[in-house]
């Protein structure tokens, strides 16, 4: 019983000094642009020699600020509804599969946008000639907007194409569009300035650091002691 105690011992410890050891290694790669803009981003795939990999996951940020709307309705009714002013933001690469454990994309859109409600009066006048003033137009600024979306990469993917793994590098792509919504009014006119746009990717490798050499021999040690451990003795009648 105390060998048995004492084995469990020892493997326990090994495990926990294991999950102890857990780490993340990261990179973050920086991006700025004006109005649709995109770009490819290189990042360092992950060298099996470091440990034993658990997960992949993608951080993706995105702020958008400045730019100008101006909307100006040109119907003989009034219109009312909410826009949407911004920018809308994607991932994609030529190189490794961006997909999570369900097969979908690891990450959808990211929308760094600005709602808001208006109610303009009808066209007073200005006809199609685009006219932001008041009671029919209106003009917004735009101001810092932001947005974030996380996700996990499938094990099932971490070798596709150039993959994820190895001593090499590969490439993300992302790509930034303005944004600009106010619904399905047919009759209303509209005019942009472009908006300025900064963000940034982030990878993280969550995993396993390999045992360290001491580890390995206390664990060696113990299945030494134990072994040579003498049996228990059981006197018979």
Partial sequence: MI????????????????????????????????????????????DRTTGHLKSISILFYLETFGGRLILDNDSTSSASGIFEFGSCGSIGSNDVALLNPSYSPCLGNVKAI??????????????????????????FNGHP???????????????????????SSFG???????????????????????????????LI?????????????FFGLSIAIVRICPKPYSKRS
């Fill in 172 to 202: 993300i792509n992302y790509s930034v569009l303005q944004w600009v919504d106010y619904g399905p009014l047919a009759l209303m006119s509209y005019a942009v300035n472009p908006v300025n746009f900064e963000g940034f990717i982030t």
């Fill in 3 to 46: 060998r048995k105690c004492f084995f469990f011992l020892c493997v326990l410890s090994i495990t926990l000094s294991q999950f102890a050891a857990a780490q993340m290694l990261t990179q973050t790669k920086y991006f700025t642009g004006s109005s649709n803009s995109n770009g490819t981003l290189t990042f360092n795939q992950f």
């Fill in 205 to 217: 490798y969550t995993y396993q650091a390999a045992p360290e050499p001491a580890t390995l021999l």
């Fill in 114 to 139: 600005h709602k808001q409600s208006f109610s303009l009066t009808a066209d007073n006048g200005d006809g199609l000639a685009l006219d932001s003033s008041t009671p029919d137009g209106l003009v």
């Fill in 145 to 167: 907007e932001i947005a974030a979306a996380t996700g996990f990469i499938g094990e099932t993917f971490w070798n596709i194409g150039k993959g994820f793994l190895g001593t």
